[in-house]
């Protein structure tokens, strides 16, 4: 894996990321498909919009239907028919989500589909995802709850640097990447000594994982920066589960290149559109009678062709249609967003960008 600096603008900065199945520009964000598809949308819809990534979940494929049988059917990208990349995080996520039993070894997890009993260990992470066949796979770490004691944090921190040394250890797949993760909650010394150790072992790139989980942003941006502060220029830098605009423009701002979340896609089940304006719930009464697009400057299909009025007579009656709808809207805006992004650090206008959306979303 190779990053190219395109430009900068401060510390944020454009840059083209250059794997072994092609390349990708960022600041990106990358839908996430937990079970192999996003929600309501197909690779072709994914596409269309503009994404270049895809997130999917090694905990729930290794479940359902089985690591193997996506290697049978050709690899993840076989699998789901998506021919950019793909990123697979490790299950780190469902230690915080799913509170199953961790010693330093690895996690038991109990099945949400069948309630059976699983052991997941560093070792065992990096072979599933291997065989999955991401581009781009998450060493397997322990993602805290905000706020915790600190010693939750200090056992985190030391349990993810050790899975983090034997991830490595593990890593056979060629043309495959492999990223570290930091942790260390809000503190940002205990931050700053998980960078440092984690870049000491040595990774293709390095996520940034246990925060939007329940502290303010306020909380969350001096820890960013402190881990930031010991993270390699040369590779990529990831946030992991943050993609509310204000996060991501005030992450870019400190030199951050990749995001995930679920956020685009719930909201938009949930009927609330992603706007210019801010978030536009369109449940509200108001919006019966309105005969403009969810957004003027999104140009993406559900704008150029339905009213916010359509929309909301589609979520009042309960038809499926609805959620696909607002869900192309949503996806579409955020990756737009980011490519705005981009385009104000090529123009050295970021500063500019950050308080337009600042000024509408913090």
């Keep these: 894996m190779k990053v190219v600096v395109d430009a900068t603008d401060g510390p944020a900065r454009a840059t083209t990321v250059h794997t072994a199945r092609g390349s990708f520009p960022t600041p990106c964000f990358m839908p996430v498909g937990t079970r192999g598809a996003v929600k309501h949308l197909s690779a072709d819809d994914l596409a269309a919009a503009g994404a270049n990534v895809m997130l ?175 993270l390699p220029a040369d590779v990529p830098r990831y946030l992991m589960g943050v993609g509310d605009p204000a996060g991501m423009i005030e992450a870019v701002g400190l030199g951050i290149d990749m995001f995930d979340c679920v956020l685009p896609t719930r909201l938009a089940r949930h009927g609330t559109l992603l706007t210019g304006e801010g978030r536009l719930n369109l449940r509200n009464a108001r919006f019966a009678t309105d005969g403009g697009p969810p957004d003027p400057s999104c140009g993406c299909s559900t704008c150029a062709r339905w009213s916010r009025g359509y929309l909301r007579h589609l979520l009042q009656v309960g038809e499926p249609l609805a959620a696909r709808l607002l869900t192309v809207h949503n996806v579409t805006w955020t990756l737009g967003l980011v490519a705005r992004m981009r385009d104000a650090v090529t123009n050295g206008t970021f500063a500019a960008l950050r308080n337009e959306i600042l000024a509408v979303w913090d």
């Design 56 to 230: 999917a979940n090694t905990y729930h494929l290794m479940l359902r239907p089985g690591a193997d049988i996506v290697q049978q059917l050709g690899g993840l990208h076989g699998f789901t028919g998506w021919r950019g990349h793909m990123l697979t995080d490790s299950g780190g996520y469902q230690v915080f989500s799913l509170e199953p039993k961790v010693d330093d070894d690895g996690v038991t997890f109990r099945s949400t589909y069948d309630g059976s009993s699983h052991r997941l260990t560093p070792e065992d992470a990096v072979a599933v995802q291997e065989a999955l066949g991401a581009d781009i796979q998450m060493v397997l770490d322990v993602c805290p709850p905000l706020p915790s004691p600190p010693e939750v944090l200090r056992v985190a921190v030391e349990r993810t640097a050790a899975w983090a040394a034997r991830a490595r250890a593990a890593h056979r797949r060629d043309g495959q990447a492999l990223f570290g993760i930091v942790q260390g909650g809000v503190d940002e010394a205990l931050r700053a000594e998980s960078a440092q150790r984690t870049v000491e072992i040595g990774f293709d790139g390095y996520g940034v994982g246990g925060l939007s989980v329940g502290e303010t942003r306020a909380e969350m941006l001096p820890a960013l920066a402190a881990a930031m502060a010991q």
